[in-house]
């Protein structure tokens, strides 16, 4: 008689997860690929949370409309035809539904590369569930808008954006007088989906040349504007200050070919 041995629990978890994983960098590989191609414009969503559960936070996001993201479609047109683009818009910003639970916390205290597996895991079955796919998963960016009432002097978490599966987590302000600066930080992490990296030191200043939206600029400061991966105006070597608005943040040379807008 032929005995079987079944495979143990342990055994068909670790197969479940290889194959979830194998799944998840075939899709993360495809859309790598269509969404740096700019053969069309990409197609962001804001999908609007509310973080802190406030009053006021509620009524911000009330009043939250398309035209409220329309400056980072403008300063996508205004910088791919400063670095030649053939494509005019690169990118189209629209307003998604408003998602009511929280996503999972990011692992606090210096995490592991395992933690942080697992937390993106679960972000991404998180995201599945609120944001059901419309059958243009390649080239869709969804960010995840966490609006915060806020405090004076107080730093919000620090926003993610995410390559792998096209998503960005990004912590806002709920004040219309900080919009402008939120659509800094929206463009920012959406760059960072397609392939841009950071370019700020761990002071939080413009790194030295690539940071820098004019590196050979004589006198070099003051800056006049800033890097969208800084997002800060370098004043001297060790000073800068947020940029107001899009309108004076530029792709620079590093960033563009990160993102795929040189040859």
């Known amino acids: 008689m032929i005995s079987m ?16 994983l194998t ?34 936070t509620a009524d911000y996001i009330d009043q939250l409309e398309t035209a409220t993201f ?8 205004r910088e ?8 005019t818009t690169p990118f189209s910003v629209t307003l998604g539904a408003q998602i009511h639970e929280l996503p999972p916390a990011f692992p606090a205290q210096n995490p592991n590369e395992l933690d942080v597996l697992f937390w993106g895991l679960r972000f991404r079955w998180w995201a599945y ?10 080239t869709r960016v969804r960010m995840f808008a966490m609006y915060h009432e806020g405090e004076p002097d107080v730093a919000l ?20 007088e900080q919009t402008q600066q939120n659509n800094i930080v929206i463009a920012h992490e959406m760059l960072h989906t397609v392939g841009a990296i950071d370019k700020y030191d761990n002071f939080g200043n413009p790194a030295y040349p ?4 004019a590196p050979n600029r004589a006198p070099l400061y003051p800056q006049r504007n800033a ?29 563009a070919d990160e993102i795929n807008w040189i040859e």
């Open 5 to 20: 041995t079944l495979p143990s629990f342990a055994n068909l978890r670790i197969t479940f997860l290889l194959i979830v």
């Open 23 to 56: 799944v998840v960098a075939l899709t993360s590989l495809h859309q790598r690929v269509y969404s740096r191609n700019w053969n069309q414009p990409l197609q962001v969503t804001v999908f609007p949370i509310n973080a802190d559960g406030h009053l006021e």
């Open 70 to 77: 329309s400056q980072i479609d403008r300063w996508g047109v």
């Open 80 to 87: 791919a035809k400063r670095h030649n683009l053939a494509l």
């Open 129 to 138: 569930r609120h944001t059901p796919e419309d059958g243009n998963g390649l």
């Open 157 to 176: 978490a620090h926003s993610l954006g995410m390559q792998k599966g096209l998503m960005g987590l990004v912590h806002l302000f709920a004040d219309a």
């Open 210 to 213: 690539w940071g820098y939206s």
């Open 227 to 255: 890097e969208i991966m800084a997002g800060r105006i370098a004043t001297s070597s060790y000073s800068s200050y947020m940029a107001e608005s899009l309108r004076s943040v530029v792709v620079n040379k590093h960033t």
